[in-house]
């Protein structure tokens, strides 16, 4: 699986935006899905997570209330809507993918198989 993520940039405290992560595949609706991010000098968290064709979701508790991430198989795309962006949001965020992880390892970077490149969110104060 080839992941691709895009939408990121800056925005003001407050703000929205939203990611979109596209795979490569035809088995995309097999796959889980999640987000990850990276601030400078810190190390890569969990953000999100969205599994199989269930979609059930799982969220940092960080960011719980404010992004939502959903995915269109027939598109083969996973989002992360971001509202209420605030300054500590600021990050590279990475999307990932995994075709057999289990829902009480989806926090953990080391348990996912595929990544996509990163796309980076600036959130001014």
């Known amino acids: 699986v080839q992941l691709q993520a895009s939408g990121g940039g800056l925005v003001q405290a407050g703000g929205s935006l939203r990611l979109s992560c596209a795979a490569s595949?035809?088995?995309?609706?097999?796959?889980?899905m999640g987000w990850f991010r990276q601030a400078p000098g810190k190390e890569r968290e969990f953000v999100a997570a969205i599994l199989y064709r269930s979609s059930s979701t799982v969220y940092a508790d960080s960011v719980k209330g404010r992004f939502t991430t959903s995915r269109d198989n027939a598109k083969n795309t996973m989002y992360l809507q971001m509202n209420n962006l605030k300054p500590e949001d600021t990050a590279v965020y990475y999307c990932?993918?995994?075709?057999?992880?289990?829902?009480?390892?989806?926090?953990?970077?080391?348990?996912?198989?595929?990544w996509g490149q990163g796309t980076l969110v600036t959130v001014s104060s």
């Open positions: 595949g035809r088995t995309f609706s097999r796959y889980a």
């Open positions: 990932t993918a995994d075709g057999g992880i289990i829902l009480s390892a989806v926090r953990r970077s080391r348990s996912w198989n595929y």
